[in-house]
């Protein structure tokens, strides 16, 4: 289990423990199988991709049937907000925030669409859907060519524009000791 799973456990735990005193009344345990349908975190380097791979033109149609309603036909427009534009902006008091110009990893970008989207049905799309709409994402932001395929190796590689904005809370091989 990751250690964001078992922060969140503990504290759903400790929390429920407190207010009624007894473990007895926390209902049933939770097998195996089914917490490893949550145990599914992704970070910056990219442990726990999937296997699969996705294209942009693959993403694209995943994205006009399953996506666009709310973000729009190309990202943007759509009543969900723009995923698409802004490079460059994020220090301009005119800023947009999108997948291109404010994510840092594109790793978690796969993470929060298998997680949640599309809105109407969070995790329904399988692994290699989700690697082509990331894919059509990045191409549509022009962070990766039209004709990259996304998977558990090519995904972790993509330098995103803003990977420096951020302090990560994950620390690094050089750093760790």
Known sequence: MSKLGLMALWTATTFTLAISGNAQDLGQVVSESDLAKWDISIGPDGVGLPAGSGSAAEGETVWLEQCSA????????????????????????????????????STTLYDYVRRAMPYYAPGSLADDEVYAVVAYLLSQNEIISDSAVMDATSLPEVEMPNADGFISYWPSPETEN
């Not at 698409?84 to 404010?102: A, C, E, M």
């Open 70 to 105: 709310c973000h729009g036909e190309k990202g943007k427009g759509g009543p969900a907000g723009d995923l698409v534009g802004g490079i460059g902006t994020l220090t301009r008091p005119d800023h947009v925030k999108t997948v291109g110009s404010f994510w840092p990893y």
